[in-house]
């Protein structure tokens, strides 16, 4: 696994921790389901952008977690599809 990807999933593993979640990971599915609710992590420098909240809200996950925080228009999407979102511990 390189350095980079190893890093992201540490992220995801300690933020599905962090809100009592078992850890999925994988590509393709959620990273962490609590319940019957499923998140999604990012660890990313720039803002998480609206095509990812549509992306998430299609496999129907309803928290996404993101590092350096959203987009204008994925913070509104997110509104609209009831969608958590979540940065640095905080609601966006």
């Known amino acids: 696994m390189k350095k ?50 549509k992306k998430s809200a299609r496999k129907g996950i309803k928290e996404i977690v993101s590092k350096s925080g959203f987009t204008e228009p994925a913070k509104e999407y997110a509104k609209k599809k009831h969608i958590k979102l979540i940065t640095r511990g905080k609601k966006a």
Do not use: C, F, I, T
């Open 4 to 53: 980079a990807q190893k890093r992201g999933y540490d992220y995801e593993k300690k933020q599905a921790k962090k809100r009592g979640a078992e850890h999925l990971g994988g590509p393709g599915s959620a990273d962490y389901k609590r319940g019957r609710k499923k998140g999604e992590v990012k660890n990313w420098k720039q803002p998480v952008h609206s095509g990812v909240v």
